[in-house]
């Protein structure tokens, strides 16, 4: 039997600004402060076009986390980051840009 990897959230910091989307799978998205970290999820300030201010979403899964289910956790939406922050990430945890990239 084949041993499965552990899914582990990309790295965020509290103050990050990255994008909330309401399913994995919709590119409609807001932008949104990182209010909390967990081990598994993050608490996020949404800033939606409509609302004056941010709207809190607590325990939001990472886009590509796999215990996403819209049952569960639906009214929460997912978290990720453009590709300019996840090289960022990347360059501040490796020291060096990724591979291909040159910031």
Known sequence: MPVS???EM???YLGQM???KP???NDDGAP???TALGAHCLGLLVFYNSHVGGVPYDGVLHETDPKFDPA???D???WGYTEDQNDYITYAVLGRPAKGVSL
């Open 10 to 12: 990309p790295l965020a």
């Open 72 to 74: 569960k956790y639906g």
């Open 18 to 20: 990255v994008r909330w």
């Open 23 to 25: 399913h994995p799978e």
């Open 76 to 78: 929460r939406g997912v």
């Open 5 to 7: 990897k552990k899914f």
């Open 32 to 34: 949104a402060l990182v």
